[in-house]
């Protein structure tokens, strides 16, 4: 729970956390090409800024579902997992969400 340069860091089960976590790989599936949906296997560190932007760092994998498909539960693949950083903002002035960094390897 340590404050550095005004960031500070979160549990993955903080409320606000949960929700930037889901609109991150909301988006990031919209913007795969893959057919498959990725989930999050693993939250490494939460870090959020001045309120409103959260720093994420994950390890994701590919899931047996197909994207729109509304099956679940979706098993998991464990290889390949693909560890990720997603910065994501939740703007009071536009009522909404905004993924301001998607860098995966």
């Known amino acids: 729970w ?7 860091e979160l549990k993955a089960n903080d409320p606000g956390v949960q929700t930037a976590l889901k ?10 090409p893959d057919v498959y949906l990725y989930v999050v296997v693993k939250v490494i560190r939460v870090q959020r ?3 409103y932007k ?3 760092t994950v390890k994701i994998a ?3 579902c197909i994207k729109d498909s509304g099956d679940g539960p979706c098993p998991v693949f464990t290889d390949p997992e ?3 950083r997603f910065v994501v903002y939740n703007s009071v ?13």
């Open 2 to 8: 340590g404050c550095r340069k005004g960031f500070t």
């Open 23 to 32: 609109f991150a790989m909301d988006e990031y599936n919209k913007a795969s």
């Open 49 to 51: 800024k001045v309120g």
């Open 54 to 56: 959260y720093i994420l």
């Open 62 to 64: 590919r899931t047996e």
């Open 82 to 84: 693909y560890q990720c």
């Open 93 to 105: 002035w536009f009522r909404r969400w905004m993924l301001l960094e998607n860098k995966c390897s």
